[in-house]
């Protein structure tokens, strides 16, 4: 009878806990829009860098308090399925961003204001993000729910990206936010396919890698514009 009642008790408090989790983006869209919003006009476009670090410790937080260690290892274990959706996720990675080099954008990376901070963020950046927007999310919502829970999560994984717009001017050209949503679609497909993040970590780094990210943050570079 005791484990019984503690077997009850355990599907509860996972039941409430993965309700939370599916709760959590909102949390994390408004936290974003309000410290972006209070910080960016009083550090200008540098603001990107303590936000990022807000934004980043918030969601491993949740990874930590939602799954934790176990998932991470799950995420990062080989990938299954067929060798389309890996394909696909490099191919929306590299088709759209690697134009933005050339001719002259490439010569961004060559000062050390943009080169250095692009390291840190490619590093920290995909980890984060995928862990958060589709492994944690995506696992809250569980099979049933699954289609539903990929335009769920991509919805609000571009409105997320939206708190960038008060600094950044490339933010605000809605093909940033179609390619955010389309970026996510097919992230968390590739996830539930593969049943790995593998393809999509691998994905997340090239895009943040050749967008140029940071020169975008920098206002240095804004694709559509600049040349």
């Known amino acids: 009878m005791i484990e019984s009642i503690h077997r009850r008790f355990s599907i509860h408090s996972n039941s409430s806990r993965q ?3 599916l709760l959590s983006p909102f949390v994390v869209i408004l936290l974003g829009q309000l410290a972006a919003r209070t910080l960016g006009p009083i550090i200008g476009i540098w603001s990107w860098v303590p936000l990022n670090i807000g934004y980043w410790t918030t969601i ?3 990874i930590k308090w939602g799954d934790g260690r176990q998932a991470i290892l799950k995420w990062l274990r080989p990938s299954k399925g067929h060798w389309l959706w890996p394909m696909l996720a490099i191919l929306i990675a590299v088709v759209p961003t690697v134009p933005m080099l050339f001719p002259d954008t490439w010569r961004l990376f060559l ?7 692009t390291l840190l963020f490619v590093v920290i950046n995909p980890f984060a993000e995928e862990g958060y927007w589709r492994g944690l999310l995506l ?3 569980g099979n049933k729910n699954k289609w539903l829970g ?3 999560s991509s919805t609000l994984f571009m409105v997320n990206h939206l708190w960038i717009s008060v600094m950044v001017i490339g933010a605000r050209n809605p093909i940033a936010s179609v ?6 679609v097919l992230m968390s497909i590739t996830y539930l396919k593969t049943q790995s ?3 999509p970590l691998i ?4 895009t943040n890698l050749l967008t140029p990210t940071v020169a975008v943050f920098l206002n240095l570079y804004v694709p559509g514009i600049s040349k």
């Open 19 to 21: 309700r939370l989790v």
């Open 60 to 62: 491993i937080l949740l």
């Open 111 to 117: 000062q050390v204001q943009v080169w250095l901070p």
């Open 139 to 141: 696992d809250a919502v």
């Open 150 to 152: 990929v335009l769920y």
């Open 179 to 184: 390619f955010q949503f389309v970026f996510g």
């Open 197 to 199: 993040l593998r393809w």
């Open 203 to 206: 994905a997340h780094f090239l």
